[in-house]
């Protein structure tokens, strides 16, 4: 490895990694591949129709497999051995998911795949908060095309405000809601808001040469036949079909490495197994270990021209940290009990999901808080987990056939709702360098600082509130997640695992750490192109737009590499 | 003589009994609430961040219950979830089996299961000597029944409340496991799992049942 010659060195494999892979190699680049995490195959490695009693405890999550045994993500979770994180004190609580192998999160990701709309990339110019991304809808969206016609994306036009329909012939036809969805789609039409159909990265029909879904397994234990959007079998493969990719897993980069001309030269990375150190050189540098480990990188890359990390002299690596707000209400519906058997099985995740709706009344100022959360829902007669039994706890335990009867009877009665919401990046989220905490090779750790604001925790109040409103509707109860105390009812920040904003972009090189197309404002062979580089976080899930961004620097990069102009 | 029931067979192989036999010498067998210390945290390893998941491993760590335990634990499983005219028995399909290998195991929640479930294995072996003088196995069919009985309410004597929520407990781990097995499936009526060339959506059937109850609900 050390002797050949790369134009490219790319840091991370998940969808920023796999997508700058996919696009340098299909442009002619000798691309060398640093994975943290080990090789992975999920062709051989995914337990498709494993069931519970296969598995220890049945499968149910632990701190190993925080969620559960048949989770894709192997060797990581929200702690990983030898490799700490640390949260400052005084911060609200921050956890952060890192998984180690190749691919990353996009292995096990829910696969919802929402464009961002209009207003999202023009926030304070809509309503004063926030920041402006350097680029718009408009710029993004032929690369959304593109993503959803090579990774495959259902869905369905439905003219809804922001919430962007896709060129004809850019979707596959989405699955029929299931039973439930049909049942909570008629409470919502009756409160005045509409359903949509959903749009996930699962094959409904073949697309290029991949099978479709069987329409059977859980896609958060990934696909072995590829029905489903992993960077592993989507892009990685195309991309090793060039012959212009090499992969190294269990390579930790630590380092951007400069020449004396202040450009960067390559990276130095951590053999996790062997321990020892390595630089490997290129012409290129591509950041795409996720938001915390690229910002970790850059940080710990000092130098005389850089004393306080790469890129950082205007000090904004680390800063602008997002994720997603979250609030969950479970709800049980006598009108779904005793339902005659019927398959929930199909692609993954929802099959409708719940855009915002109040773009108008927030516009007006009727609202308390300034930005939308999206609902999903879970429920239906899937196949039951461990956890089941809690459903028929009660003051009066039954048994026998009396428990049998209510077991079926209640089985699948209950709906799960989940807002996905915007949070404003502000002044007390962000990492830094851990002033004294290393991890087993001796290298500077993240520091976590992190604090929702009224702009959340209003915002999940009103989560809970509609939540409780439509179970109303529909004749249920409210079984769990009853808090109406915003504070309360917010998730913890990171918990979403949408960390997105440590190195922005930006119009100028004093507010923002990279340009539009992700490229270092300080050193220009230098590009981010993972969810670091966002400006806001809308509620949309952000993985379909790291793609596209991916995509659209990446091919800036390979223009540039060209015109011999890195 | 014809109530007592046959023996629970563990499913585990010999080998692997051995092994645990090996690895925890005495098991717990105290016989109160009180005395739930001797529940000690389980000195096992956990499966680690990086199983097999195709053909998932036994899972590693040594087991708890004795022989006797498991007996009683089978017999309160099947208290719980005898065998119905169409479905097997819990302990039929292993569960004592399960409950050992979740008290075992060495993860937090399940360590706070630990005494909570072993305390109560002995209380209800401590009961049935004090009302009947024997075992549970030994006691009759009625009076197992009877003693079981008053666990599955919500008890207004205080000192009743740690054995009903053991039971409790018991129950919902009985429930998730028996489940989550192909015979528990059938039972419950869950159908998928299974590879299809499409997915047509809920049939007519099941579409006349939610239209119906949204008529009743004004939607």
């Known amino acids: 490895m050390a002797n050949d010659q790369y134009d490219v060195v790319i840091v991370g494999s998940g969808a920023g990694g796999g997508m700058s892979a996919y696009a340098l190699t299909k442009a002619g680049l000798k691309v060398l591949m640093l994975e943290a995490g080990r090789n992975y195959d999920p062709l051989t490695e995914t337990p498709m129709f494993n069931t519970p009693d296969q598995a220890p405890l049945r499968g149910t999550g632990t701190p190993d497999k925080p969620f559960g045994f048949y989770d894709a993500t192997v060797d990581g979770g929200w702690e990983v051995p030898n490799e700490p994180y640390t949260v400052a004190e005084g911060s609200e609580p921050f956890i952060w998911w890192r998984p180690r192998m190749l691919g990353g999160r996009t292995n096990h990701w829910g696969r919802i795949s929402l464009r961002f709309g209009p207003y999202d990339f023009k926030p304070k110019s809509r309503d004063g908060l926030g920041h402006d991304w350097p680029i718009t809808y408009d710029d993004l969206a032929p690369w959304y095309d593109k993503v959803e016609r090579l990774i495959g994306v259902t869905g369905r036009a439905q003219g809804l405000e922001n919430t962007p329909d896709s060129p004809e012939g850019c979707l596959l036809p989405p699955p029929p809601p299931r039973a439930f969805e049909y049942f909570v789609t008629h409470g919502f039409e009756a409160m005045g808001i509409p359903v949509a159909a959903m749009h996930g990265a699962v094959l409904t029909q073949p697309l290029n040469g991949r099978a479709a879904c069987v329409f059977a397994t859980p896609c958060g234990r990934g696909c072995s036949i590829r029905a489903n959007f992993q960077s592993t079998t989507v892009l990685l493969p195309p991309a090793m079909d060039t012959g212009n990719l090499t992969i190294r897993a269990n390579a930790l980069v630590y380092q951007v490495d400069l020449d004396k001309a202040g450009k960067a030269k390559g990276v130095s990375f951590v053999d996790r197994v062997t321990g020892e150190h390595h630089s490997v050189t290129a012409r290129a540098v591509v950041l795409a270990a996720g938001s915390g480990e690229t910002a970790r990188i850059l940080l710990n890359s000092k130098s005389a021209l850089f004393p306080d990390g790469l890129g950082n002299t205007h000090g904004m690596v680390g800063r602008y940290l997002m994720d997603t707000v979250g609030a969950n209400v479970v709800g049980q519906f006598p009108a779904l009990e005793g339902l005659p058997p019927t398959n929930d099985d199909g692609m993954g995740m929802e099959h409708i999901y719940v855009p915002w709706w109040n773009y108008q009344r927030q516009n007006r100022k009727e609202m308390s808080f300034p930005r939308g959360y999206h609902i999903e829902m879970g429920g239906g007669r899937g196949m039951p987990s461990v956890g089941m039994g809690r459903m028929l706890d009660g003051a009066s335990l039954s048994t026998g056939d009396a428990l049998r009867d209510q077991a079926r009877r209640i089985y699948g009665s209950f709906i799960s709702f989940d807002g996905r919401g915007e949070m404003i990046p502000n002044d007390d989220c962000y990492c830094e360098l851990d002033p004294s905490v290393k991890d087993k090779w001796g290298i500077p750790v993240l520091r976590f600082h992190w604090k929702w604001s009224e702009h959340e925790t209003r915002q999940a109040a009103h989560m809970v509130e509609t939540f409780m409103a439509v179970i109303d509707k529909l004749g249920g109860k409210t079984v769990l997640g009853a808090e109406k105390d915003g504070r309360k009812a917010i998730s913890k920040g990171g918990e979403m695992i949408h960390e997105v904003g440590t190195v922005r972009m930006g119009a100028s090189a004093e507010d923002s750490v990279v340009n539009e197309f992700g490229q270092s404002w300080a050193v220009k062979n230098l590009f981010v192109t993972d969810g670091a580089v966002m400006v806001s976080s809308p509620d949309k899930n952000p993985t379909l737009s790291i793609l596209a961004l991916s995509w659209r620097s990446s091919d800036h990069l390979a223009q540039l590499a060209r015109k011999g102009d890195l | ?219």
């Open chain 2, 1 to 219: 003589m014809t109530d007592t029931p046959k023996p629970y067979v563990s499913n585990i192989d010999r080998r692997t009994t051995l092994a645990w036999l090996g690895a925890t010498g005495a098991a717990a067998t105290t016989s109160a609430f009180a005395r739930k210390a001797r529940a000690a945290t389980p000195s096992g390893k956990g499966y680690g961040t990086d199983p097999v998941l195709t053909k998932p491993a036994p899972a590693p760590w040594p087991r708890t219950l004795t022989k006797a335990q498991l007996q009683t634990a089978a017999l309160i499983c099947d208290f719980i979830l005898p065998a119905s005219a169409t479905a097997p028995s819990a302990s039929a399909v292993g569960i004592p089996d399960f409950i050992d290998e979740w008290v075992s195991a060495p993860y937090p929640e399940q360590v706070a299961d630990r005494p909570v479930i072993l305390s109560g294995l002995a209380w209800v072996e401590d009961e049935a000597a004090r009302r009947y003088g024997v075992d549970l196995t030994h006691a009759s069919a009625a009076n197992r029944t009877d003693l079981l009985n008053s666990l599955t309410t919500w008890p207004q004597i205080p000192a009743m409340r740690a054995p009903f929520t053991f039971f409790r407990r018991f129950r919902t781990l009985t429930i998730g496991a028996y489940y989550t097995t192909r015979p528990g499936f059938k039972d419950i009526g869950y159908i998928g799992n299974v590879a299809r060339v499409s997915d047509p959506g809920p049939s007519p059937e099941v579409k006349a049942h939610l239209d119906r109850e949204l008529k009743k609900l004004g939607l």
